[in-house]
């Protein structure tokens, strides 16, 4: 299996970094503090292949605090307003989509 930094990156418009918190298996977005986010308004957005290269190459290396980045794709409102730019990505935004188990 290719590693996500040795796969060819194509970038149809406005994309973002995404991944799931290592201890807790949330999903975050990276933004432009070199940090991570719950709220995807606050994801830093690229719009060349060379810019998520670097922004994914980045990510990867914090294993720490998050697991399994990759570049995924967003949509922009007139107001600048960041949606998740595809099926995927709007599921994962929502969060769980089972009732998970209570602990006893």
Do not use: H
Request: charged residues 20%; hydrophobic residues 40%.
């Amino acid at each position: 299996m290719t590693s996500p930094l040795q796969q060819k990156i194509k970038i149809t418009g406005p994309s973002v970094v995404t991944a799931n918190r290592t201890w807790d298996g949330v999903v975050i977005w990276r933004n432009a503090n070199k940090g991570w986010s719950t709220d995807l308004s606050d994801a830093a957005i690229v719009r060349t292949a060379d810019e998520a290269r670097a922004l994914l190459s980045e990510s990867a290396a914090d294993d720490v605090g998050a697991i399994g980045p990759y570049i995924a794709p967003v949509a922009l409102d007139d107001r600048g307003a960041i949606t998740p730019g595809n099926l995927r990505e709007q599921i994962r935004s929502a969060g769980v989509t089972i009732d998970l188990p209570v602990p006893a």
